[in-house]
């Protein structure tokens, strides 16, 4: 059953595909990197925690579900 909390799952989407459209007008280096290669590495990063904050959140509420 899909939960809202897994509406979550939609932020690194966006951030991926939309914002580069803004971003890659932006020319500076961020640690060493162009900045629309360091915004892909860091949303890459940051799915990674999201999708592990959403499995968290599954994992608890089959716990509370779970009868004991």
Request: charged share 20%; aromatic share 8%.
């Amino acid at each position: 059953m899909i939960r809202p909390y897994h509406a979550l799952g939609l932020v690194p989407a966006l951030g991926l595909l939309l914002a580069p459209v803004a971003a890659n007008r932006v020319r500076p280096l961020v640690l060493g990197l162009p900045f629309l290669l360091f915004w892909i590495l860091v949303w890459v990063i940051l799915t990674s925690a999201v999708m592990a904050l959403i499995g968290a959140l599954d994992r608890a509420r089959e716990r509370r579900e779970r009868p004991e």
